[in-house]
């Protein structure tokens, strides 16, 4: 079974410091994983993908993510936090026939 | 590009009223999700679509929903009767993916929020 289990309802940053969202994963395959950003009131943005090729992912927006097999997790990091980053983020698994599973969000504030 | 196009933005309706929510793919995509995002609930996958044809539709919640994709560039999903609990921001989403490969990008569009009084 494929399951994706985000470990920080919330995260909160100043402005200039790094980001840190923890995502760890259960998957029976070598599985495909995916970062979404969501704004208010908005829809979700793909801000990057890993599909087994580099294990570090560059993404948008300074984004970066690390494939860890041997810890099955999928953290998203940036050196330098903006206000705008202020959003929620989803760490996600790919499933059989192109299914997503999605965890259940970070929502990232960045205090001025 | 326009990316994935849905109409209304905004829904609001009285229990017992049909609702019909569409859904415009990126040209070219063949794989479309229907999914339901509420603040108890998170994102759920309400059902999808490979080349038209529905493939899984375990997340739809009861008969009253229903989706249809009558050509590959239009989809609408349905609820009749509404009731208040449907109420929530329904997301489509389309991607390009060969059969029997990996999951590709799914491109979200901007979300319908359905509130039912």
């Known amino acids: 079974a494929q399951s994706v289990t985000q470990l920080d309802s919330h995260v909160s940053v100043s402005e200039g410091t790094p980001v840190l969202l923890r995502c760890n994963y259960s998957s029976s395959y070598s599985p495909s994983l995916f970062w979404y950003v969501q704004h208010p009131n908005k829809g979700l943005q793909l801000l990057l993908k890993?599909?087994?090729?580099?294990?570090l992912v560059k993404g948008i927006n300074g984004f970066e993510a690390e494939f860890k097999k041997s810890e099955t997790s999928f953290h998203l990091t940036k050196p330098s936090a903006h206000m705008s980053d202020a959003a929620e983020y989803f760490c996600?698994?790919?499933?059989?026939?192109?299914?997503?599973?999605f965890g259940q969000g970070t929502e990232l504030s960045v205090k001025p | 590009d326009a990316g994935v196009i849905q109409s209304p933005r905004h829904e609001v309706t009285e229990m017992g009223q049909e609702v019909t929510l569409r859904c415009k793919p990126i040209s070219g995509h063949n794989s479309l999700f229907w999914y339901r995002q509420t603040m108890m609930r998170g994102l759920e996958l309400l059902i999808y679509f490979n080349n038209n044809v529905p493939i899984d539709d375990s997340g739809m919640p009861e008969d009253r929903f229903s989706a249809k994709m009558p050509n590959a560039s239009f989809s609408t999903l349905k609820i009749q009767p509404s009731e208040p609990r449907d109420s929530a921001v329904y997301f489509c989403?389309?991607?390009?993916?060969?059969?029997?490969?990996?999951?590709?990008?799914?491109?979200f569009g901007p979300g319908t929020r359905l509130t039912v009084l």
């Open positions: 989403a389309s991607s390009s993916r060969a059969s029997g490969g990996r999951a590709d990008t799914q491109y």
């Open positions: 996600v698994v790919s499933f059989q026939g192109g299914k997503l599973i």
């Open positions: 890993y599909t087994s090729a580099a294990t």
